[in-house]
């Protein structure tokens, strides 16, 4: 499924002290599932923190559903409709699973708001929460709704992680190695529900990953980046045959003999 | 003027110096030692007790200073150590723990009158028509001493270690660093620089269990002003501190200068809130 | 799970039985106990009130804030300054230094925000004692060195020890709810992120430093209210009152709660007025018998002293770090 480009990424480049880690990327988004792979340190995390706001590039820009989110700081680049999530989950450990992924809802009202519906009560909460429960659902996790957060195992964590973000409604979607640290089951708990939501909601989706296998069957665009730059573009079959990215992953040498 | 300055670097090489040791121990331990002046002033009450019973003051400034340095070691390993990997309240709660009862012990074995320590060097000198006592000069040069020697120490094998260790507690450990020992040489050398400091302090003015209480506090906000990465920073945050605080008492009134100082504060971590010096690590990543 | 539901519950029963039994005594108590007795009631109350503010930054946000005792001093003396010298109202001047001091508060946040754990401790002890010294100075407000004596008040038909209680159970109430809502609901939960999570925050569209701002305005706001009441018990204020040993004493009330829980402040007051009573006893060696049982108690539960409660129970979960370390794991 092809939708309207929801991401434009033009020339963007970002040096940490004098260590050059962007050189210059070029990327849009199309489709549904884009994949962003590519061996480590190649700069696909500084890549999203770049889009989401909480690293400025030193040059290049970075456009959202058309608009200019460059030197956008992070709420604002939340704002525009833009989910993320992390290698390792950032929850809550002592609060439970379902008030983690409220904060998804919650984070959207002003701070404002939030103390007025906690000393004059609302009707919202109640809605929220709902929602909140549904999104669970969705992904299985009705039965660990009300349990602390810090007793799931990483893996169901990494999905709890993955709702608080789609609670949001986001356009956009970037998910930092959802898979690292799955079984076999939890991938397919993640994959199944997630790509009924986007079919539904039209969401585009960033997954940065090294489980290939999840990577083609998911995706049906990939980026390779390596080193800084660009290296491959396209189908994820053609990006895994491409001899620059077998160089890139295996050493050179290996490539010839592919 | 310049006699005010003076007096103002005195003063502030006592903060400056105090402040060093509390950024050596925050930098090794990441434990802000709200008993850092107390663990000086009880080895130098020790001093006072063996000069009392007919020590030679050269003698007696070296076993006070060691007895300092055990007090600190035992400190660390006992109580501070044990409890590193708690939150960061626990360690605040503990040093400040420390302080009452260091301060508390002096009160109970010595009581509350104030004594002297006299120094075997007096008298002053003039300069260009000021006066500089010789306590002056010792003050301020010893903070100008300790403060080059603690920037030359985190350039050798040993800073580097501490500075490692205190940025992550884990990586150095697999890299062979020893970290028990990094601990207990920051808390020993901090606890030796405060033992001095509080000798100098008391040798000027007079030796009381009360003596501590405000300098910790000028010692923090000499840290703050400096930016606490940055030992360097510190010191001169103290010098600043002091300085500013006596040429406002002299030239405005005494009473402007506990505001002044405040104002001084407020601007520089308005504009700066690392800190004057600081490597800027405002946030970890 | 099971074990989880029944944590909840429990928790939930002890608040209601809590509040029940706090509603009931409010209204009893000044006709059961002599004046001395009612006087350590009210204090209790009072620190218990001050402690929710320092359970709001450091509990929720997780900043470790240390100029709470000058916040109170700003409550007992512009409160009574603004009562007795301006001639507004008590309840007006209580509110009003109130607001001055989450205004305070704010100001101390903004630079404070910046900087990390304990840099942060120590910035904001540093602003405190430049506050404590402006209380000094500003001599004609707070009457300098020798302190200022507050005029007390009277609730109609009541005399001033009464009135003291009833005031201070109805703020204990209202700032106990307030807090209560605000913890459990979609603003505690922000807090909660900036505190174990910062880094996320941006991305779910929580913006930290405002929420960071915030709480220490508020925990201002609180401790100012609890001051001015303060200032009535203590009948004379001196700057001296609202340094370090009042510091000590109101973040040992929260320790002993474990420092996120509302409740704990409550017992944590408890606690320390009435070991501050036994130790008068002890005279001289009070300080250092106070001073020794800090020390060991964090020694040996660091996690506060509730948490030996958890522990003796098995509900609760025993290492009071394991919580917040899998959202810590970066």
Known sequence: MTVPTSLSVADVQVSFGGNHVLKGVNLTCEHSFTGLIGPNGAGKTTLFNVISGYVAPSSGSVHIAGRDATAASQTAVAAMGVGRTFQTPKLIGDISVLDNVLIGINGQATLFNQVREALFFSRSAGINRARARDVLAQFSLSDVADVEAASLPLGSQKIVEVCRALVADPTLLFLDEPAAGLGRDDVEHLVTPLRAWVEKHGTSVVIIEHDLELVTNLCEDVAVLHLGTIIARGTPTECMSHPQVIEAYLGVGVAKDT | MVQQIIAGLQSGSTYAMLALAVVLILKATDVPNFATAEMGLVPVFVIWQLLDSGWNYWLAVPVGIVFGVVLGLVIERLLIRPILAESHFASVLMTIGISVVLGSAIQLRWGSDPRRIDAPFSGNFQIGGNYITYDQLMIIGLGVAFMLGLLFFFRTPWGVQMQAVAEDRVTPRLLGVRVGRVFSVSWGLAAAISTVTLLLHTQASVLTDAAAGPLILKAFVAATIGGFGSATGAFLGGLALGVFENLSGFYINTGSRAAVAMIFVVVILMAKPEGLFSQARPREV | ?330
């Open chain 3, 1 to 330: 799970m099971a074990g989880s539901r029944i944590n909840i519950s429990a928790g939930l029963a002890v608040r209601i039985a809590f509040g029940l039994a706090s509603i009931a005594l409010a209204f009893l108590l000044p006709s059961l106990l002599n004046p001395y007795r009612l006087f350590l009631a009210t204090l209790i109350v009072v620190f218990a009130t001050a402690g929710v503010g320092l359970v709001i930054i450091m509990g929720w946000t997780g900043q470790i804030a240390l100029a709470h005792a000058a916040f109170m001093g700003i409550g007992a003396y512009m409160t009574n300054w603004l009562f007795s010298d301006v001639g507004i109202p008590w309840v007006f001047s209580l509110v009003l230094s109130g607001l001055f001091a989450a205004v305070v508060g704010a100001l101390i946040g903004y630079p404070a925000a910046r900087l990390r754990g304990f840099y942060l401790a120590i910035a904001t002890l540093a602003f405190a004692e430049l506050i404590t010294r402006m209380f000094v100075e500003i001599d004609t407000v707070t009457g300098g060195i020798s302190g200022a004596s507050i005029e007390i008040i009277q609730l109609f038909g009541l005399d001033s020890d009464q009135s003291h209680w009833y005031i201070a159970v109805i703020l204990a109430i209202a700032v106990f709810w307030g807090a209560h809502r605000l913890g459990t609901t979609a603003f505690g939960r922000c807090l909660r992120m900036v505190r174990d999570a910062e880094i996320a925050t941006g991305s779910l569209g929580i913006n930290a430093t405002n929420y960071k701002l915030f709480a220490f305005a508020i925990s201002g706001f609180i401790a100012a209210l609890a001051g001015g009441l303060f200032g009535q018990l203590l009948t004379f204020a001196t700057p001296d009152t609202f340094r370090t040993t009042l510091l000590i004493q109101f973040l040992v009330v929260v320790f002993i709660g474990g420092v996120t829980q509302l409740t704990g402040a409550a017992v944590g007051a408890v606690f320390v007025i009435t070991s501050r009573e036994l130790l008068q006893d002890v005279g001289d060696w009070q300080r250092f018998a106070f001073g020794l049982s800090l020390v060991l108690a964090v020694r040996f539960l660091p996690g506060g002293i509730t948490s030996l409660v958890g522990l003796l129970k098995g509900l609760r979960r025993t290492d009071a770090h394991e919580a917040p370390t899998v959202a810590r794991a970066q």
